[in-house]
Nanobody, 123 residues
Framework: QVQLVESGGGLVQAGGSLRLSCAAS????????MSWFRQAPGYQRELVAV???????NYLDSVKGRFTLSRDNAKNTVYLQMSGLKPDDTAVYYC?????????????????WGQGTQVTVSS
């Protein structure tokens, strides 16, 4: 099993910045992709940014130029640097990991979610 631990959410004024972290630990694994999703009250969960195993990054159009997704492979951690925050960015942010995990019976592709971290942007 793999655990995802998120940190870095909070309350910030419009125009401010926050950095979210998501650290993966547990069983041996390789990474297909790691992502950040967000869900605001009354809205569906949406993909904010994703980094593939080869390092390619894609962003939701509304965050391009403001958010930067990066990773530290040595720490099995991804970071979402959010700048120029807007009230519309207010949501619970969830880390997602698409992994190949070594279990007692071999390698299996599995998906994991973090517990979520609240980001609130005041106007």
């Amino acid at each position: 099993q793999v655990q995802l631990v998120e940190s870095g959410g909070g309350l910030v004024q419009a125009g401010g910045s926050l950095r979210l972290s998501c650290a993966a630990s547990g069983s041996a694994f390789t990474t297909n992709a790691m992502s950040w999703f967000r869900q605001a009250p009354g809205y569906q969960r949406e993909l904010v940014a994703v980094i593939s195993g080869n390092g390619r990054v894609n962003y939701l159009d509304s965050v391009k130029g403001r958010f930067t997704l990066s990773r530290d492979n040595a720490k099995n951690t991804v970071y979402l640097q959010m700048s120029g925050l807007k009230p519309d960015d207010t949501a619970v942010y969830y880390c997602n990991a698409d992994l190949n995990v070594l279990t007692g019976t071999g390698w299996f592709r599995q998906e994991y979610w973090g517990q979520g971290t609240q980001v609130t942007v005041s106007s």
